[in-house]
């Protein structure tokens, strides 16, 4: 029974680690320590990637509910969700987008990898981001028109299988060269990714109370297998921006898929 309990204790503290590992990994928010452990492997915190996201959600969802009690329109509020969501993270998600984006007018796999190191954003990067928060706005107001509630448990749901699925993405194909955010993490283990999306799926089921979530997680899935293929032919590999893009990919897929529900 010592042993057992034991484990637990041990296992939790592990976890514990893990956490704080993502919220490093994933937030700007002040307060988070900026030192890995030394003794547990950087990808386990992919597994707390979902609860990470909703810790980001949370937090951008109490500015947009006092807003909507107070009768802002229905595109402003969600306009901010995403803005503060945006702020948390450092746009870390949005920048990888971008890069992703921009890197299309690379002529060859080198070309496109010195493309996405550029701090500067090209035309494409900024068409990527346009097209893609028009769809999370237009799907997120559809969602605030049926009541607060459904838009905060479609919010959820985005926020954490859409993370869910940066875990099943960096499992599924390696970085493309031994630099970079993606190597530096590392790739997660199978238990970890299963881990990572079970825990998720079930957060989001939970969450939103919606069988939309099956439905949801499953186009989800695949885009962002095909999307990390197609990763893999243009650039050898899922970057960190390539992680980054298939957040945003797979959140505007969820998000469709909850307001068409």
Request: hydrophobic share 55%; glycine share 10%; proline share 4%.
């Amino acid at each position: 029974m010592d042993k057992a309990l034991n484990n637990i204790i041990k296992n939790a503290r592990l976890f514990q680690q893990d956490c704080r590992m993502a919220a490093m990994i994933l937030t700007r928010l002040p307060g988070v320590s900026t030192d890995y452990p030394e003794n547990r492997n950087i990808a386990n915190s992919y597994a707390a990637f979902p609860l990470i996201g909703v810790l980001v959600a949370a937090c951008a969802a109490i500015p947009a509910m006092a807003l909507s009690l107070a009768n802002i329109p229905a595109l402003a509020v969600v306009a901010v969700l995403l803005a503060v969501a945006a702020l948390i993270t450092g746009g870390l998600h949005e920048d990888g987008l971008a890069d992703v984006a921009d890197s299309l007018g690379g002529s060859d796999p080198a070309k496109r990898l010195l493309i996405m190191r550029d701090s500067r954003i090209g035309a494409f990067g900024v068409l990527a981001l346009i097209l893609v928060l028009v769809i999370q706005i237009a799907c997120l107001a559809d969602l605030l028109a049926e009541g607060m509630t459904t838009l905060m448990g479609g919010w959820l749901a985005c926020a954490i299988l859409s993370r869910a699925m940066m875990a099943l993405q960096a499992w599924a194909f390696p970085p493309p060269d031994n630099s970079g955010f993606a190597h530096s993490v590392g790739r997660p283990d199978m238990r970890v990714m299963l881990i990572s999306m079970g825990g998720g799926f079930v957060l989001a089921l939970m969450l939103s109370g919606s069988l939309a979530i099956f439905i949801a997680a499953g186009c989800a899935a695949v885009a962002t297998y095909g999307f990390g293929y197609l990763m893999n032919r243009h650039i050898g590999g899922v970057n960190g921006d390539g992680l980054g893009a298939t957040q945003m990919i797979s959140a505007s897929i969820i998000l469709m898929v909850m307001a068409a529900a």
